[in-house]
């Protein structure tokens, strides 16, 4: 169900060779925040517009493009934008990570490990790490560009201060190949170590705040943190209810009005996977 | 010896306003310098200039660093201007919320400097704010509360621990005790007479209050419409003024 009166993938192609350059100047300078004439697109600020500019500045029709949104495949919006990419792109699509070539992602990095050749494309809503310690947008690209970041660690401190441990948990500021600092979108900080030396293109896109950054395949990504305050991922203390895996980072899931809860794999196609191997947990049916 | 900071021949205009015209003076290593004069006469400008947050229109300000020896900050570029101002240099606002971060905790405004130049070990920049807060008279206790819940005093006394952490050599005040009642501002005051005595400071104070001066300075000098017009030891400018303009700054102080 192709609609021809759009050029493929929805953006004209003067728009997708300056959202490319943006891409190759932030695979050039991995972590640096490229600003990039952000266009309008038929769906709301907030539901992904950055990711889907560059989605489609990278996509071919060869593509296999899958669409994850904090781990699901079957949310509203990755649905609709799966959808999206169908109709105006007319690629073939999938649920299965190690088969996509493109894929667009809100909040989570896949369980299974990423491979050479793919892309992996993360929605951004707020590129500035700094944004929340520095509300001057000229003193933050002045922080950047001089390097001077005691200010981020200003923050963790006041976590340890108020919490007694790093209580971020989400959007925890890495430092790219030892110079900029860049916020890894609101991802679990349990995925902050598949950031680092991952074989797959990392690309961010920030469509209201009009940002692109990226990191090319086998970049260095270390979480920022304390010698006596070691960063640590973090993830629910349990199996998953659905597939055992103990490994995976979880949801919980509230499942009837008297307080029943279950753990289950954020990443639907990792956790449907292994119950198709086999795998069981102690909540599956 | 070298002077710790030499300026010579700052100008600054705000168009065809003159907002601080040649001044030159050197301050000497654990020299406390004063600046007086009424409002707009170019007091601050000049701090502001030689403290790099204004560009003078020309002139130099020539820093003894610690490792280069003398350099003119005027022209050095700007990362290691802004290096300066965070470990060498101190400056303290007026109005204390300018100088803090009012949304981080008191712990962590002093950290911030240490962070600032690498410190990463959380228990080491922690002590050093306690040891800090208990020199500056703030109870260790209140380490986690914001500035916001602080006193105008204390949260004067907190931008001074938080611009002195560092160790800085010279310190840029701006109306240090501006805005406090008489009562803090003689206990301010005395806080920052023994810092100064005990950490061997280089200070340049500006003020329109003459009993600051009396108090902190060594030396003085006195401005009107953006230029010096007289300059000398404290005692001698105070108890002899030979200017006009100073001979009616120092009768205009009401006696009690």
């Given amino acids: 169900m192709t609609d021809d009166t759009y050029n493929f993938a929805y953006l004209d192609e003067q728009t997708k060779r300056m959202i490319r350059r943006a891409i190759l100047k932030g695979l050039a300078i991995p972590g640096y925040q490229v600003p990039f004439a952000s266009r309008e697109m038929p769906m709301p600020y907030g539901w992904g517009t950055g990711g889907v500019q560059v989605s489609a500045a990278v996509m071919t029709p060869e593509d296999r493009f899958k669409v994850i949104d904090q781990g699901a495949d079957d949310t509203t919006n990755a649905v609709s934008i799966r959808s999206f990419f169908q109709r105006t792109a007319g690629v073939a699509t999938t649920t299965t990570t190690a088969e996509a070539t493109v894929i667009q992602t809100r909040h989570r990095i896949p ?16 590129p500035e790490p700094l944004r929340f310690l520095e509300p001057r947008e000229s003193e933050t690209r002045k922080m950047h560009s001089l390097e001077e970041y005691g200010l981020m ?3 963790l401190y006041e976590d ?3 919490h007694g441990h790093i209580a971020t948990s989400y959007a925890y500021p890495v430092k790219v190949e030892g110079r900029y600092v860049m916020d890894p979108s609101p991802i679990p900080k349990f995925d902050n170590p598949k950031l680092s030396d991952c074989p797959a293109i990392q690309l961010f896109g920030a469509g209201r705040e009009q940002r692109i950054y990226a990191l090319p395949p086998y970049t260095r990504v270390v979480s920022l943190d304390f010698e006596d305050h070691p960063f640590e991922p973090s993830k629910a203390d349990h199996p998953c209810g659905l597939c055992g895996a103990e490994d995976s980072y979880l949801d919980e899931v509230i499942v009837d009005d008297a307080g029943g809860r279950i753990f289950v ?4 196609d990792h956790c449907e996977g292994r119950q198709a191997a086999g795998h069981r947990g102690k909540d599956a049916a | 010896m ?3 900071l030499s300026v010579q021949g700052v100008t600054r205009h705000y168009g065809a306003q003159i907002g601080c015209a040649d001044v030159s003076f050197d301050l000497w290593p654990g020299e406390v310098m004063g600046i007086v004069g009424e409002s707009g006469s170019g007091k601050s400008t000049l701090l502001a200039c030689m403290a790099g947050h204004l560009a003078p229109d020309s002139g130099a300000v020539v820093f003894d660093t610690r490792a280069d020896g003398p350099k003119d900050t005027v022209t050095m570029s700007e990362p290691e201007r802004r290096m300066l101002s965070r470990t060498d240099w101190a400056f303290v606002h007026q109005h204390a919320r300018d100088g803090l971060r009012m949304g981080v905790s008191a712990g962590g405004n002093v950290g911030e400097r240490l962070m600032a130049v690498g410190a990463r070990h ?5 002590g ?16 986690d509360d914001r500035p916001t819940t602080f006193s105008g005093g204390m949260q004067q006394r907190l931008q001074i621990a938080r611009n002195l ?12 005790t501006g805005g406090l009642d008489v009562s803090v501002q003689a206990r301010l005051l005395d806080l920052l007479r023994g810092l100064v005595r005990d950490m061997g400071l280089s200070a340049i104070i500006v003020t329109h209050d003459l009993a600051v001066v009396r108090l902190l300075a060594d030396r003085l000098m006195v401005m009107k419409d953006g230029r010096v017009v007289e300059a000398g030891l404290t005692d001698q400018v105070l108890d002899d003024p030979q200017h006009a303009y100073t001979q009616l700054l120092v009768s205009s102080v009401l006696q009690v």
């Fill in chain 2, 2 to 4: 070298t002077p710790l």
């Fill in chain 2, 128 to 143: 050093k704010a306690v040891d800090w807060l208990e020199r500056v008279e703030i109870a260790a206790t209140r380490i």
């Fill in chain 2, 165 to 176: 952490v560092t160790g800085p050599r010279l310190v840029f005040m701006d109306e240090p």
């Fill in chain 1, 111 to 126: 369980e299974a490990p990423l491979t050479e050749g793919q892309i992996l494309v993360y929605q951004v809503p707020i």
């Fill in chain 1, 153 to 155: 660690h200003v923050k």
């Fill in chain 2, 122 to 126: 959380y228990g080491d920049i922690r």
């Fill in chain 1, 265 to 268: 794999c954020s990443d639907t």
């Fill in chain 1, 160 to 162: 340890i201060s108020r």
